[in-house]
């Protein structure tokens, strides 16, 4: 065992990149839950951006339309979850769930031409002085674009829906969407856009995976990460700078367990690859166990189908 | 039990009926990752293909691709042989016990697994010996590495992977005695995303030798964005890393074994066998050595490897001890077949606990 061989530094920085999918397709989740909307789908629209992005990337040659194209495409197939769930008033668990199994079965489809082919390099930040300062160059100043745009995302989520007017709307559809109707705000079209800004999210969650991470295209390449999005939405409560801390710390028992592994440490893998679900439980438990609390936490009409008649 | 018996007694009159029709010899395979892998599936299927490619009309061959190890793999075993197979090649070691549970079900079905070790009368093993070409890709690493770190990307704790982690360290530390592994187990054969995250790690870990027993190209992409860092190809050649990070590889060859075995059932004359070649058979292949590896280095590789070819070596001779220190072969003395196939412990100097 040799626990100095593990690097802090680069331990952070890396699981920073680790994080970045799973943090962009969360905080795109949780627009759409604030909204009132559980949308399951999340690991179908993220595989469909991995898709699109990594085949445009592929096809033109530039990482930057092929993140255009992931957004684009997580946004196209979330636009069939909306009008299930919004005009034809179908159930939002059961949607959820078939988009995710139909994201996944399409891209398998696009993708038969696309595997094992090289993506082209997506651009890294490489500043002369600035990403060779010890500790906070490789944190802060050596990552690809996808990372800072993460955090750029996150705290524009922060800050639409805590100071604008828009986000303020967004928010009282989700806590009742009877008296936001009332009120002449439109429901269903500001749930269609939350529904659709969470697919284009999910989308680039997808391509920072399959243009940064990996950077390959496999089908089914996701494995999950789009459940562990929805289980940190939860974990959060519902808070976007929560989301932020929940991603890198799921992402970073990922990368922790591996470095652990490399020094030497015989750990149980099973325990620390489960964990992050059982925070998650917890977290649920705690919540639910406190009832006013975790009524100010969630949105109140989360998951329920609004119909302008009633 | 009833019902299965009646449907198993359909297949066998559907078999005896399109058999007496057509006279063909129906060959299914059940992969475990998808024939695109460019990896361990791939050379499966060009197996596969060659057998095709042999018989031509004669056969019929079928395959199911990226199937789960355990009891998924089981139905997809029991779907292929009411199909009509008569001779299933299951290819993975997680396949082992689905496949002797199928095969008393069908035992005028032949089946061939692949790296395991359980027999029956109508089931035969084959393997390759791997371990071989890990002492090619020990010794190269050994040479290579500046850093004496050398990182290994393993799949599962089972003595196939074992074997070549022995195997590789032992040929590493003979050229360089401060060489120094470093292990992680992916705990899956094929995940893209857990063989890059676990190939970064090591490297910055400060490994510049990544050695993997998984079946993607990740790793190689891993080691190339990371720059000064090489590989080598598994299962299949990925030359397309070459010649830096991928220096060499190991290359599966299954093609003469599938198309023999085939001719077998063709004949009459399948046998149960437990098959294990290497270099020498050529079901193992070394992929070209790159012009990243210094000449002499080349030159003293490939003077090991045909050492191995023509077996006047063998990877495991002694002295070698168990890493606990206590003696395992001594000098001169080369490992039984036995204590290989079933290897448990690695070799002395390796500094890792072996996960249980």
């Given at each position: 065992m040799d626990l100095s061989a593990i690097n802090p530094t680069l331990l952070v920085a890396s699981l920073m990149v680790a994080s970045t999918p799973i943090l962009l397709a969360a905080i795109g989740e949780l627009v759409v839950e604030k909204s009132g909307i559980l949308n399951l789908g999340v690991e179908g629209m993220m595989i469909i951006g991995a898709i699109c992005g990594f085949a445009a990337a592929v096809v033109t040659g530039s990482p930057m339309v092929g993140f255009l194209c992931a957004a684009i495409g997580g946004a196209a197939v979330s636009v069939i979850f909306a009008v299930l769930t919004q005009y034809f008033l179908s159930n939002q668990v059961a949607s959820g769930l078939a988009l995710t199994l139909f994201g996944l079965g399409l891209s398998a489809m696009i993708g038969q031409s696309y595997v094992g082919i090289k993506p082209p390099t997506t651009y890294k930040l490489d500043l002369p002085l600035i990403s060779d300062v010890p500790i906070l160059g490789p944190i802060l100043f050596s990552h690809d674009f996808t990372v800072y745009a993460a955090l750029v995302l996150v705290l524009g989520v922060w800050w639409f829906l805590k100071y604008t007017r828009g986000g303020l709307i967004l928010r009282a559809v989700g806590e009742s969407h009877d008296a936001a109707h009332a009120l002449g705000y439109k429901v269903v079209r500001v749930r269609f856009m939350a529904i659709m800004f969470g697919g284009a999210c999910a989308g680039l969650g997808g391509a920072a995976l399959s243009l940064v991470r990996v950077p390959q295209w496999t089908e089914g390449m996701t494995a999950g990460s789009g459940w562990i999005a929805l289980a940190i939405v939860v974990f959060a409560s519902w808070k976007p700078e929560r989301v932020l801390l929940g991603a890198y710390l799921f992402g970073g028992v990922a990368i922790l367990q591996l470095n652990l592994q490399a020094a030497g440490v015989s750990i149980p893998v099973e325990y620390l690859s489960m964990s992050p679900y059982l925070i998650t439980i917890v977290v649920l438990v705690a919540m639910s166990a406190n009832r006013a609390k975790s009524a100010l936490n969630a949105p109140a009409a989360l998951g329920r189908v609004f119909h302008a008649s009633r | 039990m009833k019902f299965k018996s009646i449907l198993a007694g359909v297949a066998l009159a559907i078999t005896a009926a399109t058999g007496s029709l057509a006279e063909k010899t129906k060959v299914g395979f059940v992969y475990v990752g998808p024939v695109t892998d460019f990896g361990w599936t791939y050379e499966h299927d060009q197996g596969r293909k060659a057998v095709e490619a042999a018989f031509g009309d004669k056969v019929e061959t079928f395959y199911v691709e990226s199937v789960p190890e355990g009891p998924d793999s089981e139905r997809v075993m029991t779907d292929m042989a009411l199909k009509g197979a008569d001779l299933i090649f299951t290819t993975s070691f997680g396949y082992m016990d689905p496949t002797i549970n199928v095969a008393a079900k069908f035992p005028n079905v032949k089946f061939e697994h692949a790296t395991g070790y359980k027999q029956a009368d109508n089931v035969s093993v084959y393997s390759a010996r791997f371990y071989e070409g890990r002492a090619v890709q020990g010794h190269i690493a050994g040479h290579m590495t500046k850093s004496n770190i050398v990182g290994y990307i393993g799949s599962f704790p089972i003595p196939e992977v074992i074997r070549g982690i022995n195997s590789a360290y032992i040929h590493a530390k003979d050229v360089n005695p401060d060489v120094q592994f470093k292990i992680i187990w992916a705990y899956t054969w094929f995940d893209p995303t857990k063989e890059a995250d676990a190939a970064k790690v090591l490297i910055e870990q400060g490994a510049d030798v990544v050695l993997q027993h998984t079946d993607s190209t990740a790793p190689q992409a891993a080691a190339q964005a990371a720059g000064n860092v090489i590989t080598f190809g598994q299962a299949s050649d990925m030359a397309e890393y070459g010649p830096k990070p991928r220096v060499s590889s190991i290359i599966d060859n299954w093609g003469p074994y599938y198309v023999a075995r085939t001719q077998a059932v063709m004949d009459g004359t399948w046998a149960s066998t437990s098959t294990w070649d290497g270099i020498g058979a050529g079901m193992v292949g070394i992929g070209e050595i790159t012009s990243a590896v210094p000449t002499d280095v080349k030159a003293s590789a490939e003077a090991l490897l045909s050492r191995l070819r023509d077996g006047?070596?063998?990877?495991?001779?002694?002295?070698v001890n168990k890493q606990d220190g206590s003696a395992w072969l001594a000098r001169g003395e080369t490992a039984d077949d036995g204590t290989l196939a079933g290897m448990g412990f690695y070799v002395e100097g390796i500094d890792s606990e072996m996960p249980n």
């Open positions: - | 006047s070596y063998h990877a495991f001779t002694g002295p």
